[in-house]
């Protein structure tokens, strides 16, 4: 599969070019960014062609792996997916539910594969515990807690991005938390409650189809010494703890694109496909319209 990347930020440089470089079922041909100067040298750093125009890198791809801002992801990605391009993409989906939503469209119409990179999801011992639990009846309640401190360590990599700033760890690591929450208690059914916290710290209450409920604590602003991620269930079968990954970004990510290069050549979505993101991106929204709430 011949593949190409949309971005050249952070992201792009520490886990999405370094992942299509070793993957070895993908043929990484090019590069483009929004920065001219970023985009040489990303491709350069690779080896791999730097494109001017995103529709001649198009032209000779049959995938995109994208690693820009949610609203520029979601445009180009209907680009993408009316190109008749495979879609390897990031969290969250797009900035808006509508965004999302014309994602999931184009690339149904199209018929084109999606994988969004869920970094949890992806990860080994998470998946292997995310099937064990949902395979497990009688779950009463959940916690996860994921915070991070993108901005008060101040040597982030992350800490200027601007739609980061905007949205903060609601739209950032919650994407994160519902990707692991959703397939074991199944669908957040409502937002049942959504509170400020300090900084850009948000709790979120969700009612599950399952007929569990879940709490939710996202920041990025934690202090370091309290940082980190735990997720915890509690049910008939009692205690249930998402175990620690220390694997990094590639290794998740090279999954990742096995999943998108098995759902191009079977026909079979991925359980995080645009679909799934379109899902996620509406309880964020749910959430952001709470929270805004609050503040009026």
């Known amino acids: 599969m011949r593949i190409g990347l949309l971005g050249t930020g952070p992201w792009a440089q520490l886990a999405h070019a370094p992942a299509l470089d070793e993957h070895h079922g993908l043929d990484f041909v090019g590069v483009w960014g929004r920065r001219p100067d970023a985009t040489k040298e990303l491709a350069g750093r690779h080896g791999v062609r ?21 609203g520029v992801q979601a445009e180009l990605a209907v680009r993408a997916a009316r190109a008749g391009r495979h ?3 990031d969290k969250p989906l797009a900035a808006t539910v509508d965004e999302a939503r014309a ?32 395979a497990t009846d009688g779950w009463f309640t959940a916690r996860a807690q994921w915070l991070g401190s993108v901005f008060t360590t101040g ?29 074991v208690l199944g669908d957040a059914l409502r937002v049942a409650a959504a509170a400020h916290g300090p900084g850009d710290t948000v709790h979120l209450v969700l009612d599950h189809a ?18 980190g991620t ?59 319209g709470l929270l805004g709430e609050r503040v009026g």
């Open 210 to 227: 399952g007929g569990a409920s879940s709490t939710l604590t996202l920041s990025l602003t934690a202090p370091p010494a309290a940082g």
């Open 50 to 70: 730097a494109y001017d125009d995103v529709d001649t890198l198009l032209a000779d791809v049959d995938a995109v792996a994208v690693a820009l801002p949610p």
């Open 103 to 134: 994602v999931a469209e184009a690339a149904r119409e199209a018929r084109v594969a999606s994988v969004i990179f869920f970094t949890a999801r992806f990860q080994t011992e998470t998946e292997a515990w995310i099937a064990e639990q949902a």
């Open 87 to 89: 879609l390897l993409l």
């Open 155 to 183: 040597d982030s990599p992350f800490a200027a991005s601007a739609w980061r700033r905007e949205k903060g760890a609601l739209w950032d690591v919650g994407p994160h938390a519902l990707s692991v929450l959703l397939p």
């Open 230 to 288: 735990e997720v915890e269930l509690r049910g008939a079968a009692g205690v249930a703890r998402l175990p620690g990954g220390s694997e990094g970004a590639v290794p998740p990510l090279l999954r990742a694109a096995d999943a998108l290069i098995l759902a191009a050549g079977s026909g079979r979505p991925h359980p995080c496909d645009a679909d799934f993101g379109v899902r996620v991106t509406e309880i964020l929204a749910e959430a952001e």
